[in-house]
């Protein structure tokens, strides 16, 4: 059985870039995108980093698709 390490183990408690439901007065910078996540969580972790790498203050998930590994698509705004 493949092993991988537990990640809420070494994420920091909390990131700079934070998900948002609605992108209202906030200015759009590009696009994000992460694959390879084993759960919902695991996936938005890997988008708010990819976010805080491209300055973005908050992120919005506009797409996740996959079975037993997820790739998802988010807007990053500042």
Partial sequence: MEQRPHLAQSRPSSSAAQEINHAYGK???GVVSAS???TLDDLSYALSRKADEQGATSF??????????????????K
């Fill in 27 to 29: 200015e759009k910078v």
């Fill in 36 to 38: 390879n996540a084993y």
């Fill in 60 to 77: 919005k998930i506009l797409s996740t698709t996959g079975g037993s590994r997820l790739h998802g698509v988010a807007g990053i705004y």
